[in-house]
């Protein structure tokens, strides 16, 4: 392929190309930002005794396979997972509700 007129060859117009639209690309949406807390820090004060909870009777069913044993555990898992989709779902409410204020604000940075 010959060069074009301005002297320059396809791979130069590459590099320019790509170039353009990286910098059109970073105007129009910014840049990465490190990522929010997950929502499993946020509430680790109230999940991590409930996953003491759950683990600990699982090494005690494991160890004594008991009907008290297996209620223990079949009482300590959907406590744990009740509570930890509550705080996954209030994380995403408070995700949602932050996206629409910026999409209301026209900020589509979220700067």
């Not at 807390?37 to 008991?66: C, G, I």
């Not at 555990?73 to 408070?94: I, V």
Request: with cysteine; net charge neutral; glycine share 6%.
């Amino acid at each position: 392929m010959a060069a074009s007129s301005t002297g320059t060859g396809p791979e130069e117009n590459w590099q320019s190309l790509q170039a353009a639209m990286h910098d059109a690309a970073t105007e129009s949406f910014g840049t990465k930002r490190p990522p929010q807390e997950d929502w499993m820090a946020e509430n680790a004060v109230v999940l991590e005794p409930l996953f003491a909870a759950k683990n600990k009777a699982h090494k005690v069913y494991k160890q004594r396979a008991t009907r008290s044993s297996l209620t223990a555990l079949n009482d300590a898992q959907p406590e744990l997972q009740r509570t930890a989709r509550s705080c996954a779902g209030t994380s995403s409410a408070m995700t949602s509700n932050r996206l629409q204020t910026l999409v209301t604000c026209g900020n589509c940075t979220g700067a």
